[in-house]
DNA sequence: GGAAGTTGTCGAAGCGCTTCGACTGTGACA
DNA sequence: TGTCACAGTCGAAGCGCTTCGACAACTTCC
């Protein structure tokens, strides 16, 4: 109907159902080809500016949209990145939407959204979203030891990044903190301060039964740190809750009476543990010292502020994004251990003359 | 090439960029039409069970699995539900974990998927979702008195479940605790008791000043339920950190000597809260009674077991999907408050004679 | 014993996009 | 002035799935 006029709304909210503008629309609306369009909108191919003005207004009228589906099933590519979350009610929750968003925000930037999935739901879930192309790459928190979820992408080559370091990473992607070297830092911290008895306060024993990656690779590096820097040390796991912590702190005091630093591994426990001390006489940092691996906005709201290696969940949240994209670039696995910063803030004080 | 015998590798595990098997590699492999298939799959004609057997062997020697992106584009339904989160890492990161968690394992059940919006990605994320055709429905948390997320949406009919209620929900379906129940019922406990002055220690005041619909409305019932009940009351949002709650309480005992009960919503202050008030004197509860809004964890785990009204997440973030699920069945929009339960810990008495 | 269902299957037409090859001008170069 | 290269655009062929209409092959029922 050359000639014929066409009217049209403006880019006016259009009610959901009422079809959507296909990029069809809009080249009708440029007078281009929808090839053209879709060329304007991936800069594959040289446009002038002319037709590249003609087609940006007709969009912005149209208030067009690509569709997901579509591109997706046209380019194989459905810029989509897939997470796996631990969303149990853990003891670290604070930390974990720290990850979170961290990626999110990452990925936002490249131009990716996050297709969220739950640890619970085991292998199935990755398999699922990899097989029906839900994703373009895949980021695991959380990762164990002995990783169960990842066996069906062995081999596959499919993009996978780890946040942790599991016992054979093998083909895949790593990017988490230096655990061991936190670990080695806190000792370190307190030996240089002349403590000779370290005691490691832990997580709650679950995570240590899961053989949860960096809850072990702390572990580790603490009793290496120890055994290195000629200091004796001890290991407790510490539960949830105020009960658990008060009976934790009762029986250390009680049977390793020699001990005067801490190195805390659990940042729900700072709280009640700071008010037990104190309870029992063993005020933080006169009585005790205490050296924590926590994120600096917890370290910093305590009661006494601590000396803490910081969890960096932007740094490695960012990483593994950055790791992802490169991964799909077609670019070489790498794996990637961030070096620990200890920030003192003093809770940690040399131990009194015995 | 009928006649040639076809080799099949089994369901081994295909490696990622091998072509992936479709549909009608399964057709072939099972010798019907690829609509067959795709009819054994859905359900959606009857298919002898002989047939059915046949596909179903097919697809499970192949380790076939419908293309997310074809199926979103030919059924125009991509069994994904946006959620957004809010990620700022905020006060109440575990109470929001929880939700997220409810939402995610509810919507599996359903088979849907679900798409991790961030609430600071603002309007446009929502309406890149929508106009993209990236989900079915979405879910809103967090959500403010006057929404400027939803504005794109409102006349569009698109599935939306809002958890929390603006000032003018509108066409929207929302869900949420009844947050001015619960705090009539806080305020009531404590007036039972026999306390007549009572303040309520709020979320910080960027929750306030945000607009964030469900502190509002448990402040507003707070308010009304003092007033209704002949209770002299009075309000402070409650900073993070330890400092912030210890100069609050100092404040309030100097200020306002005669309150002798205390309602609490916020999680992070519960705990250098009880400290405070032990410090100062007021040990809870002979000191001072408390009666906190919080999840049942943490009023079971803090130093006094907490009496509370508990936020209930799960069911929020259940009904929240089923309300998204009715929605796409077509049914009417629902605005749904769920009553308040208080669980008596021993953290509120009656005051001391004075 | 033919009309009128049922049941089970097939073929083909899209869904809205990307991308490849082909085509038309145009300017550069010999 | 003919030849090449290249910028700029188009048309058509899919991507893998769903779904509609058609159509055999059986049943049923008067």
């Known amino acids: 109907m050359s000639g014929t006029p066409t009217l049209h709304a403006g880019a006016a909210p259009l009610a959901y159902g009422e079809r959507m503008p296909t990029i069809a629309d809009v080249a009708r609306e440029a007078g281009v080809a929808p090839s053209t369009v879709s060329y304007v909108l991936s800069g594959k191919r040289t446009i002038s500016a002319e037709t590249r003005a003609r087609v940006e207004a007709g969009i912005a009228r149209l208030g067009y949209r690509p569709n997901a589906g579509a591109r997706a099933l046209a380019s194989a590519s459905t810029k989509i990145v897939g997470l796996v979350v631990p969303l149990r009610t853990d003891v670290n929750v604070p930390v974990i939407m720290q990850f979170v ?10 131009d990716y959204d996050v297709l969220l999935l739950t640890r619970d739901e085991g292998p199935e879930a990755v398999s699922r979203v990899v097989q029906g192309s839900m994703a373009d790459a895949i980021i695991v928190m959380d990762v164990e030891a002995d990783e169960p979820r990842l066996e069906s992408l062995r081999g596959t080559g499919f993009p996978v990044v780890l946040i942790g370091v599991p016992d054979s990473p093998g083909e895949f992607a790593c990017v988490d903190l230096d655990f061991a070297a936190a670990a080695q830092l806190c000792v370190e911290r307190l030996a240089e ?10 997580a709650t024993p679950a995570v240590y039964d899961r053989g949860t990656s960096y809850a072990l690779r702390f572990r580790a590096g603490f009793e290496e740190a120890s055994r290195s820097l000629g200091v004796s040390g001890s290991v407790h796991a510490v539960g949830a809750g105020h009960h658990e912590v008060e009976s934790v702190v009762d029986r250390l005091l009680r049977e390793e009476p020699e001990v005067t630093g801490l190195v805390v591994h659990n940042e729900a426990a700072l709280s009640p543990l700071l008010q037990a001390l104190r309870v029992c006489g063993h005020e933080v940092p006169g009585g005790m010292s205490v050296v924590a691996l926590c994120p600096d906005d917890i370290a910093e709201t305590q009661a006494v502020p601590l000396d803490a290696v910081s969890i960096p969940a932007n740094d490695v949240g960012r990483r593994a994004v950055e790791l992802a994209m490169s991964q799909l670039r077609g670019e070489a696995v790498e794996q990637e251990l961030l070096p620990p910063h ?4 003093g809770s940690a004080v040399p131990p009194r003359r015995g």
């Not at 968003?101 to 490249?110: D, G, L, N």
């Not at 002349?194 to 005691?199: K, Q």
């Not at 200890?342 to 803030?345: C, E, F, N, Q, Y």
């Open 342 to 345: 200890l920030t003192v803030r």
């Open 101 to 110: 968003a961290a990626i999110t925000v990452e990925c936002r930037r490249h």
């Open 193 to 202: 301060l002349g403590h000779t008895h370290i005691s490691l306060l832990g």
